[in-house]
């Protein structure tokens, strides 16, 4: 049975993600703040999910976080926030908690779990490990929250430098670029920024929490190792590049 931690798992598309890691026989380290909706939604028999309760902005608590964890075989950086400011009056405080969630907290996951899992046999691929981060369409043209759209973009930066970085040893590490999904979040958009993007995707309309869940799964558990270091959108071409 594979291994595998979720960030953001306990709403929107990392609730998904984590519908359908269990769904294929995974078992899921589910890590967010408040399990209220998870609890409700995730039906899997006992042993196959955790809850980690755990804010990811104390990014210098991570290492001793994960210490007596086991080797996992995937890990999916989901978890992020957005708090839709104007860049002239941003707080401090809150654009050092988005950059610690959004950036930080996932360098550090990998930084404290690529130890163990490289040290695993490779699978029939040669494939020791998989890491997903989910970035953003954001990271591409940009964010009304500017310090939200600079932590995506930063994050695909990061996902080329780490997959550069990994790939001898086996792990691949990958992005995903979302465009605006049916979530919690989305709900936090500036209506200026739903309304362009209403005339710019190809499907016209936006995407459910499944649909990116969907593009998640394939490069956690399935996608050849041959991706790798590979920003995959989901944004039905709302930025094309
Ligand atoms: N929705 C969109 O339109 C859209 C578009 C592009 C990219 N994305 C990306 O997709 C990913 C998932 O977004 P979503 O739309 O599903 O967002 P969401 O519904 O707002 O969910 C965010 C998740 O992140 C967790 N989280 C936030 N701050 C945290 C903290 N300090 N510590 C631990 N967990 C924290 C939340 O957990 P708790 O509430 O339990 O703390 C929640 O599970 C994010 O990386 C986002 O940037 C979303």
């Known amino acids: 049975m594979k291994t595998i931690l979720v960030t953001g798992a306990t709403r929107g598309i990392g609730l998904a993600t984590t519908k359908r890691l269990l769904a294929r026989g995974c078992r899921v380290l589910a890590l967010g703040r408040d399990f209220s909706r998870f609890d409700r939604e995730v039906v899997a028999e006992p042993g196959r999910f955790e809850r980690i309760a755990f804010d990811l902005r104390c990014v210098g608590a991570i290492e001793a976080l994960v210490r007596d964890w086991p080797a996992l075989d995937g890990l999916v950086n989901n978890a992020a926030m957005l708090t839709a400011q104007p860049f002239e009056t941003y707080s401090v405080a809150d654009r050092r908690d988005l950059i610690g969630v959004n950036l930080e907290a996932p360098a550090e996951l990998v930084r404290v779990l690529l130890p163990q899992m490289i040290e695993r046999a490779p699978d029939a691929d040669g494939v020791r490990g998989r890491i997903v981060n989910v970035a ?70 936006f995407a459910e929490p499944d649909e990116v869940a969907r593009v998640i799964e394939w490069l956690v558990l399935d996608a050849p190792a041959y991706v790798n270091g590979a920003t995959i959108d989901a944004n039905s071409g709302a930025y094309l590049r």
């Open 136 to 205: 953003s369409v954001a990271a591409f043209g940009g964010h009304p929250d500017v310090w939200y759209g600079a932590s995506k973009g930063a994050l695909v930066n990061l996902t080329k430098s780490l997959a550069t970085r990994y790939s001898p040893e086996g792990v691949l590490l990958n992005a995903v670029a979302p465009g605006p999904t049916k979530t919690d979040m989305f709900d936090r958009l500036p209506s200026s920024r739903i309304e362009a993007f209403e005339r710019a995707v190809l499907a016209r309309r």
